[in-house]
């Protein structure tokens, strides 16, 4: 018998796969399955952000008399609405995992103790264990973190009220996308970035950002320092250069995740708590497999889903590795900001503005369609990065993440026929790459 | 000098072209630049199905108690903000055509006749002739067709009025378009298809379609007959098996286009007066070229624009072919419905209901997310067609065509990582197909 530990994507796709293979497989999941991503994180996000590109469509159509009468979210029906498609995609994983053959123990909860695994308490003897606990929003420890109106992503469906001072703790990606939504919702909010915020974004596209978060205050460099309230939060205090506070009725932490890792012993650990593992998934301990947030970022789903099926693989024999070139990942605010880039040096960088095609028709009445970029080798013609601001710029990420991963050139990909209209900026520039390259002097 | 007939998406890429490489190039445009894609085709209907989208999005939120109040389309602010935004979508053609040191003739007529060309009546010495003249739509010869209230694309943004009852004459992709927008802003919708509505789409995609046009009135083998009206349309008339009337408040004729050749002469045509070409878009004569809708289907931008480019670097003395394989295309209704597939046999095909992503989390909720399914190769694993009903559908489509083109196996895409989350059933049906031939015994 095979013992996965947490029915997040990485435990789910781990237990799948060896049930699929005809191995007998007991999934142990204290909570819900699906995970933080089904959970609290990225289907969270996406329902919340789905809300509030409408929200913001809607004001355009208004401003431009196109749409009569005024509509507004109701806060609480929308996140009673998010639980109950989160219930259904439980109940469609749950069956998908259970048609596999996969056991499912919901509600125990599992530790680990070198080659050693126990379920409630008790020792069950394992051919193997896949270790794939997740992780958990980084808590920051100051004064006044447990007060009523604190939030994580994991407590924000218990927020009652659409906060009037939203106060959001963190500078990547998760707090801009919260700040995105609360905005559009109504909330005045206050993102405060411990240092820059979403730093290491392509300046272009880090730019967009600031601009599709313009009713959002971003202070920099200003660690949260306090939690101020009698009853509940009342005001934030915060540190850097030059400190201050701002009033909140309610704060969200979205400084990160960490390692789940309080029941795991007696592996071999990172300095984040992480589980050590190698490219086959393995840990310190033979037999002993980890895959997921819990071995340690970059705690995206595709990641956590693809090391799940490379330990699961490991297990059956298969000899795979699992390999992080060229990982595609994207920003959800009016647009999708997505980007993937590969190591290895210079070339030339293209951009256009995104043309208009489903879902930007109308930003053009803003003078904003997004944005298309891509990086080439000079010598090769090889696709080094691409960068899109569009709706559907992630499903663009992730095609040409594929062609960075495998080295495909301008050359091999010129002529390529979109549907048309298309909100995508990228695929332009490889034909226009293309010619540049071919019509260039030689050197 | 060039003379390029034709500022739609054909003639400018291919004044484009070569304009950027040196050449002194002429446009001949008699009306607006940008062609029937941006004035009447492609965008208009992007327009409008992302304003209708919009409604139908509305009325789920409004429906589930998340969105209160009410708002409605102002179908003349619509058109009117529609004609804005266009107009600067044409400003920014003409300056990228004029930026290639192209000079446009506005306003002017060209006729050709073999070799000879003539603007404005005055013959004009050309190294080289690109017609692009596009096409116009099919209007049946039916009694009462020039009746006020009657439509094409073309006069559809002169409508006063949203329309209580609309008649839409046609059963392919634009009447299904058409029908979705005016059925989601609220008028009574019946489709007249001649023979089969939609027909030789795939049956899975085809239910999707009708299911997101489910108030729409869909008569089969019903082709238009007459137009009645005193002052203008009150009623049309069909005949066909089951011949029968139905009340009008406007009729939409979305039967298909015919190619625009009364002003050229002396060069090959084919039975719907088509221009005919060589893979090279050259025409009968020497030193005449075509490209776009007046060569002949299948009216798409993509292949219009690439015929452009393509008859563009023949007269540069690049040897460049156009070839028609693997063209994606699709239907904008509620999702995209898209699809692009490879000729040639038979092939596994594999299924899954789109999961939920950006645009489509909410879509959970009336259990339909849309459609994946690819059809694989059983010995070499090539990826010989792909389907996709989701939003961005479209874009999926574009990147799988190349994959299509460059018959990639699924092995070879195998490891794919998404942008989490994302409306894509597709990528996922990769890795699946690859596990399942991988996995199968060999016979």
Same mark, same amino acid.
């Given at each position: 018998m095979i013992v996965v530990v947490g029915g997040g994507p990485a435990g789910r796709f781990a237990a799948v796969r060896l049930g699929n293979a005809g191995r007998e497989v007991t999934l142990v999941e204290k909570?819900?399955?699906? !995970?933080q991503c089904l959970n609290y994180g990225c289907m969270a996000v996406c329902a919340l952000n789905d809300a509030a590109r409408h929200v913001q469509r809607g004001r355009e159509f208004a401003a431009a008399g196109i749409l009569t009468g005024a509509s507004e979210i109701c806060f609480s029906a929308l996140l009673a609405g998010m639980d109950n498609v989160q219930e259904k995609i439980r109940g469609v994983l749950d069956q998908e995992t259970k048609d596999a053959g996969v056991e499912i123990r919901y509600g125990s909860a599992a530790r680990l103790d070198g080659r050693q695994v126990f379920i409630d308490g008790e020792e069950i003897e394992a051919d193997a264990v896949v270790v794939a606990t997740g992780s958990v929003p980084a808590v920051p420890a $100051?004064?006044? $973190?447990?007060?009523?109106?604190v939030h994580t992503a994991h407590t924000?469906?218990?927020?009652e009220d659409l906060p009037g001072d939203l106060v959001i703790v963190g500078g990547g990606v998760q707090a801009a996308e919260f700040a995105y939504i609360f905005s559009m919702f109504g909330s005045r909010v206050t993102v405060l970035a411990? =240092?820059?915020?979403?730093?290491?974004?392509d300046p272009r596209l880090r730019r967009l950002a600031l601009k599709e978060l313009a009713d959002v205050e971003i202070r920099e460099g200003a660690p949260l320092d306090r939690v101020v309230g009698s009853?509940? $939060?009342?005001d934030v205090g915060y540190g850097g250069s030059e400190p201050g506070t701002c009033r909140a009725d309610a704060v969200l932490l979205a400084a990160g995740l960490v390692p789940n /890792?309080?029941?795991?012993?007696g592996v071999e650990k990172g300095p984040n708590g992480e589980v050590r593992v190698n490219d086959r998934m393995e /840990? =310190?301990?033979?037999?002993v497999y980890a895959a997921g947030d819990v071995t340690g970022g970059p705690f995206l789903t595709p990641v956590a889903r693809l090391q799940g099926v490379v330990a699961a693989e490991n297990i059956l024999g298969i000899d795979r590795r699992f390999d992080l070139a060229a990982v595609p990942q994207s920003i959800s605010l009016a647009n999708d900001l997505a980007f993937c880039t590969a190591g290895g040096g210079g070339g030339i960088d293209l951009s256009v503005p995104a043309p208009a095609g489903?879902? =930007?028709?109308?930003s053009v009445l803003a003078g904003d369609t997004g944005l298309g970029k891509i990086r080439v080798d000079r010598?090769? !013609?090889?696709?080094?990065g691409v960068w899109a601001a569009s709706p559907g710029a992630g499903i663009i990420a992730t095609y040409m993440a594929d062609a960075i991963r495998h080295r495909r050139t301008v050359h091999e990909l010129d002529?390529?026929?979109?549907?048309?209209?298309?909100?995508?900026?990228?695929h332009g520039l490889i034909g226009h790459a293309a010619s540049l390259l071919r019509d260039r002097p030689k050197e």
């Open positions: 909570g819900e399955i699906g !995970g $100051v004064a006044g $973190v447990s007060l009523p109106g924000l469906p218990q927020m411990r =240092s820059a915020f979403l730093k290491g974004l009853e509940r $939060v009342e /890792t309080a029941m795991i012993e /840990t =310190s301990v033979k037999g489903p879902g =930007s028709f109308w010598e090769s !013609g090889e696709i080094r002529g390529l026929l979109e549907v048309h209209p298309i909100a995508d900026g990228v």
